[in-house]
């Protein structure tokens, strides 16, 4: 009778492990239509978040959370039209991508952002509360977008009041 209940308890251990594997890897991602997409970048002269040109679009996006937007694309600019033009970000940190979805390798999009390979610039300002769009661009017109937690969210999602110069949260943050 033990010896049962040990094999019920390793079946069931082993079919919860694969479930966890499986929602966490696939069951809420969702490709995002390229005739859905839109490309932003927020200007220096205007702040606010302006469309650009872009080519080859692929993202996946999750309902879930707002963290697990990952987008990959070709823009015909140059990358030094683009610095001149549009808001440099110094912290960008891609945020790691299931690895089904191969056109996103996070740990060489933050080394070459580190390195200056790639520049980071804000795609958009609070895509969601809290939650900025970030763009990284490289020489040869490759570019990876994600969401990152900015300054106000990271204050608010601890629980904490907003701090000075953040917009109100929403009631759902309070």
């Known amino acids: 009778m033990a ?36 490309v932003d970048m927020v200007s220096l002269t205007s702040d606010a978040a302006e469309s650009v040109a872009f080519d080859d679009f692929r993202a996946i996006d999750s309902d879930s959370s ?29 945020r790691v991508a299931p690895g089904w979805f191969d056109c996103f390798d996070a740990a060489r999009i933050g080394a070459d952002l580190e390195s200056g390979v790639a520049v980071g610039f804000l795609g958009q300002r609070d895509v969601q509360y809290g939650i900025d769009r970030i763009v990284a661009v490289y020489p040869d017109g490759r570019a990876y977008a994600w969401h990152q937690i900015n300054a106000c969210g990271e204050v608010v999602f601890d629980g904490n009041p907003a701090p000075e110069g953040c917009p109100p949260p929403p009631e759902s943050t309070r």
């Open 3 to 38: 010896k049962l209940w040990v094999v019920f308890i390793m079946l069931t251990a082993l079919i919860a492990g694969v479930a966890l594997y499986y929602l966490q890897v696939y069951a809420y991602y969702v490709e995002v239509p390229a005739e859905d997409a839109v």
């Open 66 to 94: 707002p963290l697990r937007y990952r987008a990959c694309y070709t823009m015909p600019a140059s990358l030094a039209m683009l610095t001149e033009t549009y808001q440099i970000v110094d912290d960008a940190e891609p």
